[in-house]
């Protein structure tokens, strides 16, 4: 069997049935209270609050641990207004006909549109990027004539599942902050390459707006509704 270099599991807690059974109410009934909205304040976010989530972000689990995600948190004035203006220009076509009347007939309950105010209002949007190539630079590699290391040619694995799960942690790591969030994918994506300077080898994957709510957010009572654990789960 091949040898790996290996550390014993050091940091692992084990807790008690019941206080098992708690703490994953008690995580349930915190994580349930997480909404998408629409209307953020402009009140600063600590960067450093930021930066703890994507650490958080960073941690979850890769294909071959390469860690196929970079993330680019946005609180440039500028930069907002030109991810605005760009979103706006291809939501407005998105809208206008491009969906489908499926897809915008499943969109009117949540009374989405193509005006996107939050994108400048929030104090922070987080765009994240998958990476086609890539892996952990290792002290001692060599490193090419345009700056790549021979680490940054290797392809990376299971990279839109990899880069959905550090999502999900990001979510929640700035819910657990304190945060409101919103996901959003803007049709096409591939302009937030230009404006947050990223290179061919990263894929727009989803533009993530943090801040905290204004006092006229609101949830959609269709956004309230979830499938039961009868829907979604089946025990064997």
């Not at 014993?8 to 703490?23: C, H």
Request: charged residues 25%.
């Amino acid at each position: 069997m091949q040898q790996h270099d290996c550390s014993p599991l050091s940091d692992y807690i084990e807790y008690p049935s019941d206080v098992m059974l708690t703490r994953s109410q008690d995580f349930y009934n915190q994580v349930k209270r997480r909404h998408s909205i629409r209307s953020f304040s402009d009140r600063p976010v600590d960067k450093e609050v930021i930066e703890n989530c994507l650490k958080a972000a960073g941690t979850a689990p890769s294909g071959a641990n390469h860690q196929p995600w970079h993330f680019v948190a946005v609180n440039s004035a500028d930069i907002k207004r030109q991810i605005r203006e760009q979103a706006e220009f291809h939501e407005r076509g998105f809208y206008e006909g491009r969906a489908g009347e499926e897809w915008l007939e499943a969109l009117k309950d949540l009374g989405t549109d193509a005006d996107k105010p939050y994108l400048e209002h929030a104090p922070w949007l987080i765009a994240i990027f998958s990476q086609k190539k890539g892996g952990i630079t290792q002290v001692g590699s060599k490193v090419g004539s345009k700056g790549e290391s021979e680490e940054d040619k290797k392809t990376n694995y299971y990279v839109h599942e990899s880069v959905g799960i550090a999502t999900g942690i990001l979510i929640t790591a700035l819910h657990n902050a304190g945060l409101a969030t919103l996901t959003h994918t803007p049709k096409p994506m591939s302009f937030l390459n230009k404006v947050c300077l990223r290179g061919d080898n990263e894929r727009a994957y989803m533009l993530l707006i943090a801040g905290y709510p204004n006092k006229d957010a609101t949830v959609p009572a269709h956004a309230q509704v979830k499938k039961s654990l009868e829907d979604i789960a089946t025990f064997l």
